[in-house]
């Protein structure tokens, strides 16, 4: 039977003060501190390295930013390439805005590679698989066994999730009284398991070793134009707004068996299928605002 004192071993220290007081960077604490025959056995843990950068900068008329989530980097490849290789699980985002004599123009590229927004996994019967660190909203990808939640509305952050490369034109301007917009995006994703560490894996030791990154032979490709219209008039407001494109293999919800007792990665999880997916849709709406 589990108990508290073990789940909470398996989690680690919630609060670190070496980490919170040394200078150096986490993942050089990590590395040089982590010794399994050591007597500490604080730093015996499978410590979590976890950065963000971002940059933004604004010029006359355009504005440029970039963004990178870099989670458990794999120092290995350059101080021990003969052992172990944990796969990097990295995240980023590059675009901008010009204010053209044509509109508000705007491109915008994201990106991440697979296992990037994932719980921790690896568990056993005595001490369970640690959910903590995970990106989404909802504990599962399924309502109650029935309905598929969509990625959208599922992950927390970046929409598309895991293993996927995204590419988005836009464009807006104000024409005859009318706020219009459209953009193009284009999309790439493999297999994602937004609740699922590991995706098919108990562990990563058991075959996801080393970074990876769309390398399925079938991958979903997505193409979507979207675009809107709204006008105001006083306290009243209109717009019209659609959405028309298709998914070639589009990722598909698959049930995993569980290999044993122990194996507690048994959330269903997407992976591209075969065949032709449409995307459609068309919205009217009104609003009208008072104040009390």
Do not use: C
Request: net charge negative; proline share 7%; hydrophobic share 40%.
């Amino acid at each position: 039977m589990t108990n508290k004192a073990d789940v909470a071993n398996a989690r680690g220290p919630l609060f670190d003060m070496e980490y919170f007081l040394n200078p150096a960077p986490s993942f050089f604490i990590q590395y040089v501190g982590i010794s399994q025959d050591g007597p500490d056995e604080k730093r015996n843990l499978n410590d979590n390295s976890l950065m963000g950068f971002f940059g933004e900068y604004e010029g006359e008329g355009w504005t440029a930013r970039a963004q990178v989530l870099v989670d458990d980097f794999n120092l290995n490849r350059f101080i021990a390439p003969d052992d172990y290789q944990n796969p990097d699980k990295l995240a980023w985002m590059l675009g901008g805005e010009w204010e053209s004599p044509w509109g508000e123009l705007g491109f915008h590229h994201a990106g991440a590679t697979k296992y990037a927004f994932e719980p921790y996994g690896g568990g056993t019967v005595d001490v369970p698989t640690n959910m903590m660190y995970g990106y989404t909203y909802y504990p599962d990808t399924v309502y109650a066994g029935a309905e598929p939640i969509p990625l959208e509305d599922l992950y927390a952050g970046y929409l598309h999730g895991e293993n996927n490369l995204a590419f988005l034109a836009t464009w807006a301007d104000e024409l005859a009284g009318f706020g219009l917009g459209a953009s193009l995006e284009f999309t790439i994703s493999g297999s994602k398991a937004p609740t699922n560490p590991w995706h098919e894996l108990a562990n990563w030791d058991e075959g996801g070793q080393g970074t990876k990154f769309l390398e399925e032979a079938v991958l979903e490709k997505k193409l979507v134009l979207a675009g809107y219209a709204r006008r105001t008039f006083g306290p009243f407001a209109v717009s019209l707004e659609f959405e028309v494109g298709g998914a070639w293999n589009p990722l598909a919800l698959v049930v995993l068996p569980p290999e044993d007792e122990s194996w507690e990665n048994a959330s269903p999880i997407w992976k591209p299928s075969s065949g032709f997916s449409f995307i459609g849709s068309l919205t009217l709406g009104a609003r009208y605002g008072f104040g009390l």
